[in-house]
């Protein structure tokens, strides 16, 4: 069940996939392929391990324990059947089977991954006389079915906690960026840390904590605990800490400046905390000040932001509910005040966004990643490079501006 090298697959968010390719290349990945949102490759546990601790842009790590293909809802139960679970976890472990359906002839079938879980319980009652636990919130073993109309592919999730779940990462309102998003967008940026870093409307961190790891090459989940492959019986615990510690001697120290600023002193406060349990608050300057008012080193800057994220008053009204001028007017500034953030109306604080850049920051690099694409045109302001990602659900664009 368990060979020296195994078929993995990385998950990823939409546009990520090329940087996940890469990453997985540079910790020894072998037999790379980009599929939709993921990235399948092979690796022996210590690649399996590195996956973990280091992928910057994987959501987890699965590896595949069985392959096969399907005509009907018999043959899934089948091959189900077929393998012999107590090779896989033991009776004194939890687990959970979670399945991604993308069959026709089994989308109307209820509580699939119910009927899969009783079939493995079973299998063990009827070979030792006695259930294992079943546990959907914090399960030992995570299985997982990805099915389609022709073939079912088992894996085991050896992440457990998504990895986009960051020690150093709270939800504190102010800054809706995935971690994964936010370290996908900076390397796809291809700064070389070797110029400051500069996050203006930084809300609680993300942007600069990622790029501060990027920079020291610290491991994004180096402080992280718990893993799901720390449960498996092939646990190598003396190759796991030997990684670890050549990885924590792998940190390197940086002079480049890192400097976030926020309208908000709750946003700089959730900052700080964040920079302070990640360790490096240190080579953070952190700054409570308005956009229009940053003031930059004198030396090369590299600078990207995440503005404040407008929802959409008509998505949150019954359809034949209109407001009235004087309601939204009073609506906005509820959200302004929930916030603590001072803009007026959407387009002059793009207009306002573009105009600093044009007088306060000309001559050095400037990206801005925004799920509010429709405002990008108000910048005033030519487009360099634009790619398309999904912050979690939301439609986003990166662009690096002229200047």
Known sequence: MFKEEHLLKAETLYGLVDVLASEIEKIGGKNIEKINRAVEFTGDNEILYKANLQLRTALNVLKEIKRFNIDNKNDLLDGVNSINWSAVFNINQSFSVATTNNSRFLKKIEGLSLEIRELITMQFKTNF???????????????????????????????????????????????????????????????????????????????????AMIAKNISPNIHRQNFSFKQWMNFDNELFEKIKTELTSNIKQTKIEFIGSDISSRAIISAKRALNRLGISRNVKLIEENFEHIELPKTPCFIITNPPYFKKLKLELPEDKVLTEEEIYEKQKHIDKENNIKFEEETDFYKMIGKTIKTNISNNEFWIFTSNIEYIEHLNLDVDISHKLFNTSLESELIKLKN
């Open 129 to 211: 006389g006695t259930r294992p636990n079943g546990d959907k919130f914090d399960p030992n073993i995570i299985i997982k079915f990805h099915i389609t109309d022709d073939e079912c592919i088992i894996y085991l999730d050896s992440s457990g906690k998504p990895l986009n779940k960051r020690e150093y990462a709270e939800e504190s309102g102010f800054d809706p960026l995935n971690t994964v998003i936010a370290a996908g967008i900076i390397l796809m940026t291809q700064w070389n840390g070797q110029t400051n870093f500069i996050n203006p409307m930084c809300g609680s961190g993300t942007l600069l904590a990622e790029g």
